[in-house]
């Protein structure tokens, strides 16, 4: 809802109840603007997801009793005001301070924190992606959270872009990886996903592999 | 050259010539006929790779000298006598017991060590494929050992094979698999490869990836 020039709380409310119109599919609610933010939320019907909080203190006081009231739940990236850590063990320590706030102070779940260990271009660094993996082993080995990334961010540039977001998204489940913001129209990166689910024991006996694969197949009879 | 009636020792012979004559790359013995093994690394010009011993005494008596007599490298499978151990921390004991075997005892250098940590299909045991990475993460961290694998067996008598095993592949990669068994035909686990070498910083400002997408688009061209 970023236009320039736009009422952007308007405009999400309104673009809120457009969409619950079409479809009971869950929400995600994606502004840097707080009063968009409040406007969506209160137009929103069910349990939404806030697309996001950093570990800075006046967005935090901002957004969480927001997002407390609603009971929504909130992606938190484990930036803070003095940017993005350039390790993975100074961006558990970001998140810690992250669910100290979230959940220690504004008394928000901790199922209802996703956390985005922030996914950056391998072509501009080739440590970014080792980087992005071990935080979210970490994460996930000090406190089993919910996370969340831009997948696209690692191709960024780059070509063949669905080949390399496939393999990424492969990789990132394995290291703990709950869920990602992706294209879920390509089916190179979305079939990536499903074999993750049947490698790592989540789609026993393939049932889902099997049943996506029918479904493909049928499409193109 | 495992063709019933035939004097595989005579075969493997002629086919190490055979091939020699047109390329110059290495090339895999691959036998389970010790003395089919003998002739290949007879004939053979160059340092072979031996497939392969298992942890078994008899196996390890007879082709160990062959290996060390030619200065060959050698698959290792991480099975003995009782079967494929069922566990990734069992698998690394008899990782253990060839590297005593084959390094200590047949005085084989380590980096002439190809382990094979062994993957299975993962439609016929859910947790066969976590089994197979954690084995690999093990034996990275243990010993730093080069490994290999069969990687098509993850996807036995699975629809959408080349999905699966090129999600199968950069996992393993990320685990520590430095090579595999698999058919290089095949652009979809091909990529896979590639990609994984740009993700975990083997391939520096992406001059592989950039370079193999120009020629796959001259050669559509």
């Not at 405009?11 to 079409?22: F, I, K, S, T, Y």
Request: include cysteine; glycine fraction near 6%; hydrophobic fraction near 45%.
């Amino acid at each position: 809802m970023g236009v320039p020039l736009t009422d952007e709380a308007e405009l999400l409310a309104g673009a809120v109840r457009l969409v619950q119109e079409h479809t009971d599919l869950p929400l995600c609610i994606d502004s840097s603007v707080v009063e968009a933010l409040e406007a969506g939320l209160a137009a929103y019907e069910g349990k939404a997801l806030v697309n996001s909080v950093t570990c800075e203190e006046d967005r935090l006081e901002r957004v969480l009793p927001l997002v407390k009231e609603h009971g929504a739940a909130i992606i938190c990236l484990v930036n803070d005001e003095t940017g993005i850590p350039a390790t993975a063990e100074d961006r558990l320590e970001v998140c810690k301070r992250l669910v100290d706030a979230v959940h220690g102070r504004y008394e928000i779940p901790l199922e209802d924190i996703v956390v985005d260990p922030l996914a950056m271009t391998v072509g501009a660094d080739p440590q970014a992606v080792l980087t992005t993996l071990e935080t979210i082993r970490l994460i996930r080995d000090e406190f089993g959270l919910n996370m969340t990334l831009g997948a696209s961010n690692v191709s960024f540039g780059l070509p063949s872009r669905h080949a390399l977001g496939a393999g990424f998204l492969a990789v990132a489940s394995y290291a703990g990886l709950t869920s990602a913001i992706m294209d879920a129209r390509n089916s190179q990166t979305v079939d990536a996903c499903r074999a993750a689910d049947l490698l790592f024991a989540r789609d026993e006996w393939a049932m889902n592999w099997i049943a996506a694969h029918r479904q493909a197949e049928a499409a193109r009879a």
